[in-house]
């Protein structure tokens, strides 16, 4: 157990449809971030915050967006979900960029 | 913005053998961190390790940082090491960016 909580595990959606992915941080670690794994793909960073301030966007569609709240626990939204948008949603949090990161058990989105 | 290469893509073992990953860098990291994501789609933590070596158990680690590669070592292999081993290196100011990945099958 890496202490890293998301939710749901699974999720089962229409195209068009809006979800939203929760994730908890490690006790301590004021950094979350966020990836996407597509079928038999690599990981593609998505976006960071830091403390509850965005610190760093990759590679994330204008349909998503996140935030992290006082409480540093963190949500990515995702809307108007395409077929392609299926993939494993990944968690991770750490204490700073120096420091291990560590990743929760992911969210699987399939969108129908 | 940094590259990052594994090698080689896939690995295919018989159990008991050993084997070497690769994980080459383009540019100086404060991080690094070897990850074994099994069948189940998990990621697991092996080593945070930007210079030296280190081992756990059968697994061990070395980084050159000065010539930005970094090597995971796997000896008398088991099927439950099957899966794909990323490497991820963190840059200040650039992010986490993970290698490709090295998918390897152990088979019994």
Known sequence: DSGVTQTPKHLITATGQRVTLRCSPRSGDLSVYWYQQSLDQGLQFLIQYYNGEERAKGNILERFSAQQFPDLHSELNLSSLELGDSALYFCASSVGGRNTIYFGEGSWLTVV | ?108
């Open chain 2, 1 to 108: 913005g940094i590259q990052v290469e594994q090698s080689p893509p896939d690995l295919i073992l018989q159990e008991g053998a050993n084997s070497t990953l690769r994980c080459n860098f383009s540019d100086s990291v404060n991080n690094l961190q070897w990850f074994h994501q099994n069948p189940w789609g998990q990621l697991i933590n092996l080593f945070y390790i930007p210079s030296g070596t280190k081992q756990n158990g059968r697994l061990s680690a070395t980084t050159v940082a000065t010539e930005r590669y970094s090597l995971l070592y796997i000896s008398s292999s088991q099927t439950t090491d099957s899966g794909v081993y990323f490497c991820a290196v963190y840059n200040y100011g650039q992010n986490f960016v993970f290698g490709p990945g090295t998918r390897l099958s152990v088979l019994p």
